[in-house]
């Protein structure tokens, strides 16, 4: 049994959580246990609507992943137009099931665009948290400013989830999650020296396994209150499966596509039970699409894309399990760059250059996982190397990417990327070998929330060789915020003081100015 974490109530969200029945969990209540551990959240908004989520759970780490309940469960919810839920503008019934685990997605419509809402929900005789929402602007409507808060890497044995706290006290009006929410696997006793806090549950992979993953993040009282604060935008990257997957191949290479597609599958099922995500289904071939376009009225339009569910197999795969990915270089690895590999597959290039052609937004907004203007090691007297788990290992898909983003000319385009635990401060070149060529988007990789960047000091040490990058630091854990207007975008670096302080506090490392009509930050 976990402890439920000290609740703090901060300005921004005062009052938006019944503080009684979070305190409530973990005890016995009459009527039952304590029924929402896990939080509220809402996510892709749209102009008249957006989707409410809960997960009812009286055991929330139930071996069997069911949360301790079977029989189905009627929820009430409610939408009100004030924080004291007088006005309640929409309401209606859901039924938990076990099959989704008792997770509750309501696709509320019907709302007005542009404005702040609140939901909470009714079940087993208990009220929910209560969560704040928000409409997106009509499509055409001119919203003055879009506050993002960016977060990706949450390994929640790294340390505690402070950065996402001091997420929901900027008060974003959106939150993006770029991957890694969770991690699949748990330090081994080679690692145990790195453990601020310890999973205590099995490396995922099964159904339950990834439910129980998800349900153990969600009782972090930080994450909670973000997911309170603000709808979001959620893709994947590959811990929330496995490691370095590719597409259908597992980063075990003994491991057949027919296996590893079970375990996938698993997965993907419980990261839509557990994400405030529009419908979407596994398909017979075990595919479930999450990419998707959002438009925040004029201002921005995101391409929310999904780096890792149809793409080509590792070039070149390696490591000790043999399907990972590598550092490797060209001349040993001409596969790397055949052009019929692909990083989004083709359904989902074709998807994301009709939507650029079509893009009429200020700001073109593509969320995705992998850092995107690449990183070249040079060697002296031999080939250059690449990392081929990023888009260093798809050079054509990126070329082609790149190539879009030249002719269709979207208004600029600006990259937000996870997964590398690291800051970085990125041009996006059309060519990304020629350093000279025209920088076609401006990229911002956001840090982790928790989890352990790479050297510092190796990466610095062959940025004079990738001046594409001109900022990289690896050394801090955190989040980034943009606040958006038509003139530009002022995109700050948040940084926490400690990872295994629990009341770590949050300082800016970084700020950069995008400017309108003008790919490529500024330091500001
Ligand atoms: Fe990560
Ligand atoms: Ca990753």
Redesign the pocket.
């Known amino acids: 049994m976990r402890p439920a974490a000290p609740f703090t109530r901060r300005s921004l969200v005062a009052g938006l959580v019944a503080a009684p029945a979070v305190l409530a969990f973990g005890r016995a209540r009459a009527g039952g246990a304590y029924a929402f551990p896990l939080g509220v959240a809402s996510g892709d908004p749209a102009p008249d609507g957006f989707v409410i989520w809960t997960r009812l759970a009286v055991d929330p780490f139930a071996a069997d992943g069911q949360g301790g309940l079977s029989a189905p469960v009627p929820v009430r919810w409610e939408i009100a137009a004030d924080e004291g839920f007088r006005r309640i503008v929409a309401a209606g019934e859901a039924t938990a099931v076990a099959e989704e685990a008792h997770a509750v997605h309501v696709e509320a419509a019907g709302l007005r665009p542009g404005r702040p809402y609140w939901y909470r929900f009714t079940a087993l005789g208990q009220q929910s948290p209560a969560g704040l929402s928000r409409t997106t602007p009509a499509p055409n409507a001119q919203a003055d400013r879009l506050r993002l808060a960016v977060a ?2 949450s390994h929640w044995e790294r340390g505690y989830f402070t950065a996402y706290g001091h997420m929901a006290d900027e008060g974003p009006d959106l939150t993006l999650f770029l ?2 929410y969770i991690y699949e696997y748990s330090l081994g006793p080679d690692r145990a020296d790195q453990k601020v806090r310890a999973y205590g549950l099995e490396e995922a992979t099964t159904l339950a396994g990834y439910r129980n993953r998800y349900a153990l993040h969600r009782t972090d009282a930080h994450l909670q209150r973000l997911h309170a604060a603000a709808p979001c935008l959620a893709v994947w ?3 929330e499966v496995q ?2 997957y590719s597409g259908i191949w597992s980063k075990v290479a003994a491991t057949s596509p027919r296996d590893f597609l079970r375990r996938r599958a698993a997965a993907y099922q419980a990261f839509y039970e557990a994400m405030p995500i529009r419908r979407t289904r596994l398909s017979a071939a075990g595919e479930m699409p999450i990419y998707k376009q959002v438009r925040y009225g004029a201002l921005a339009e995101f391409f929310m894309l999904d780096g890792r569910q149809y793409r080509s197999r590792q070039p070149c795969p390696g490591g000790p399990e043999g399907g990972k990915g590598r550092i490797v270089a060209d001349g040993a690895c001409p596969d790397r760059l055949d052009p019929s590999r692909t990083f989004l597959g083709f359904d989902q290039e074709r998807w994301l250059y009709d939507g650029l052609a079509r893009a009429s937004a200020q700001w073109n907004i593509l969320g995705q ?2 850092v995107m203007a690449g990183l070249r090691f040079a060697r002296p007297g031999g080939d250059d190397t690449y990392w081929t ?1 990023t888009w260093d290992g798809f050079p054509a898909a990126r070329d082609r990417l790149t190539r879009a983003l030249s002719q269709l000319k979207p208004r600029n385009p600006v990259v937000l990327s ?3 635990h690291s800051f970085w401060t990125n041009d996006v070149k059309l060519d990304s070998r020629d350093p000279g060529s025209p920088t076609v988007a401006t990229e911002f990789v956001g840090t982790s929330i928790t989890s352990t960047g790479p050297s510092h000091e190796a990466l610095s040490a062959v940025m004079p060789d990738n001046p594409q990058v001109k900022f990289f630091d690896s050394r801090s854990r955190g989040y980034m915020t943009l606040d958006i207007t038509a003139a530009g975008i002022d995109a700050r670096y948040q940084a926490i003081s400690d990872v295994r302080d629990p009341k770590a506090s949050v300082a800016t490392l970084r700020r950069w100015a995008v400017e309108n009509g003008k790919a490529g930050a500024t330091p500001a």
């Open positions: 990706s890497c991957g890694d990257d590959d811990h490691d370095d996982d992998l788990d996870g997964d590398y």
